[in-house]
């Protein structure tokens, strides 16, 4: 009886886990860049009780199957799915987005450097390019003043103001992609840092094969699919709701035993 009350509070933890995730999905359905996350499980270890192909006592006979009982499931990972998100149209000449499988560099104001999906650049005082948060783009783009700017599928950033014939080039947008991208760590702000698991990154040009192109004045919508995130949640709500009814059979049966009279 114990035991089947572990494995179904197991169950509950586990559908509870799932759950926060597929809230988290949903409420960024609306951030730039971000990439949906999915819970993996595992079952527990099993007790064996009886081994197959063993002889009972007395008997020449032997079992054909084992007898075994398991302790619950556990939570072995959470997987980012890094499909293309839906471009969409902005308007802003600052705004860029990868097609393809190629991160921004962003600078922290540590020195480090993150990786990150989302394409929202702003201007500083200073004329560099960097994220919503003031972190530099890397490596560093300077844009001149009152200047009309023009991005390239390669990533050159090319510049016209007032009284140029010719375009300047200002800068140019370096990629970073990954062997396993799904080994980055997510820290907030729209960005991932690299693990072990992630391996090294590996730097190009966009338009290098595997980086993918850079289209100007897009942005990279969220690829969280809210129809099935939806549905995800209704069977996590019944997954949770057959476990807490099986400690509640569970505590039935207890009772019942403990009223038992010789």
């Known amino acids: 009886m114990n035991r089947a009350l572990r494995v179904a509070t197991t169950g ?13 999905n949903l409420s960024n359905v609306n951030t730039t860049g971000f990439k949906k996350v999915r819970a993996e499980f595992q079952d527990l270890m099993y007790q064996t ?4 192909g063993a002889s009972p006592a007395g008997q020449s006979s032997t079992q054909p199957v084992e007898v075994q009982v398991g302790n619950g499931v556990v939570p072995v990972g959470t997987v980012r799915q890094f499909t293309q998100g839906d471009p969409q149209m902005t308007g802003n000449k600052l705004d860029m987005a990868v097609n393809g499988e190629g991160f921004f560099q962003i600078r922290r104001p540590d020195g ?11 201007l500083a005082s200073d004329g560099q390019l960097v994220s919503a948060q003031g972190y530099l783009l890397e490596p560093g783009i300077s844009i ?10 390669d990533g ?12 300047t080039l200002s800068g140019e947008v370096e990629l970073a992609k990954f062997v396993n991208p799904n080994g980055l760590r997510a820290i907030g702000n729209n960005l991932f840092v690299e693990t072990v698991a992630s391996g090294a990154p590996t730097y190009g040009k966009p338009g290098d094969e595997g980086f993918g192109e850079l289209i100007q004045s897009q942005i990279e919508a969220s690829n969280v699919d809210v129809v099935e995130e939806m549905v995800a949640m209704i069977v996590a709500q019944r997954a949770y709701e057959i476990n807490s009814k099986t400690v509640r059979t569970v505590e039935e049966m207890m009772q019942i035993a403990n009223n038992l009279r010789r």
């Open 112 to 122: 480090t450097i993150a990786y990150s999906r989302d394409g929202q650049f702003k």
């Open 49 to 52: 009780m009886q081994i197959a």
């Open 156 to 167: 050159k950033i090319n510049t016209v103001t007032d009284g140029d014939i010719l375009p």
């Open 144 to 153: 001149p003043a009152n200047s009309d700017i023009q991005i390239s599928r």
């Open 12 to 24: 509950m933890a586990a559908q509870q886990m799932n759950i926060e995730i597929i809230a988290n």
